[in-house]
């Protein structure tokens, strides 16, 4: 099946320091979604980007989604103690005819040091 | 409030059992997948519905049973041919418009004991 690649599994950084992860797919992709999973809880949705070359932000936070539709990355500005969790990736494959299926990358989990 | 129920939050299973986990949403949505999550593995499609009465296999359907008769239920069971079931898993639900994203569940906790 298709697969998701999400880099780097673990990030630690002291907060007011920035933070990226990265998502990579060997096929075109119809869209890519990212979620948060706090430690304890379970995936929240954060944002789906759907055109090629785009660019969508949360207040500190930046979605992009490559020019070929095969990358995306979630950039962090200042992190704060409140940004601590796993980031997911997920990725719907291009021509797929299951609506809404999703394959999910591994995961980046994000320490903050205060 | 809407959203998406998973019971129960924990469950230990003996070997050579069969467990229902249970998964409601009333958000309307067409839509419900069950994943398995383990550390460091992300998630994996175990099955999905996208209606009523038909349900597709993901990932790693072995050892697992699903049905949907009903929109808002979507109970999930870990059947004894499950040889490595303990984990966390997750129910989750979307729509039909352009940008919905997943809705989870809270999750249920399996261990084996």
């Known amino acids: 099946g298709q697969q998701v690649m999400q880099i780097p599994q673990y990030q630690h950084v002291q907060e007011g320091e920035d933070f990226t992860t990265y998502c990579n797919s060997s096929?075109?992709?119809?869209?890519i979604q990212w979620y948060k999973q706090r430690p304890g809880g379970h995936p929240v949705f954060l944002i789906q980007l759907v055109k090629s070359g785009e660019v969508k932000k949360q207040k500190r936070l930046t979605f992009q989604f490559g020019e070929a539709k095969k990358n995306s990355s979630l950039h962090i500005t200042a992190t704060q103690t409140t940004d601590v969790g796993t980031y997911f990736c997920?990725?719907?494959?291009?021509?797929?005819?299951?609506?809404?299926?999703?394959?999910f990358g591994q995961g980046t989990i994000l320490t903050v040091h205060p | 409030d809407g959203g998406i129920t998973q019971s129960p939050k924990y469950l230990f299973r003996k070997e050579g059992q069969n467990v229902t986990l249970s998964c409601e949403q009333n958000?309307?949505?067409?839509?419900m997948y069950w994943y398995r999550q383990d550390p460091g593995q992300g998630l994996r499609l175990i099955y999905y519905s996208q209606i009523v009465n038909d349900f597709q296999k993901g990932d790693i359907a072995e050892g697992y049973s699903v049905s949907r008769e009903k929109k808002e239920s979507f109970p999930l069971t870990v059947t004894s041919a499950q040889k490595n079931p303990t984990a966390f898993y997750l129910c989750a639900s979307t729509g039909m418009m352009v940008g919905d994203g997943y809705t989870f569940g809270s999750g249920t906790r399996l261990t084996v004991v």
């Open positions: 997920a990725a719907a494959n291009a021509g797929g005819t299951s609506y809404g299926k999703l394959t």
């Open positions: 958000l309307n949505h067409d839509a």
């Open positions: 096929t075109t992709l119809s869209n």
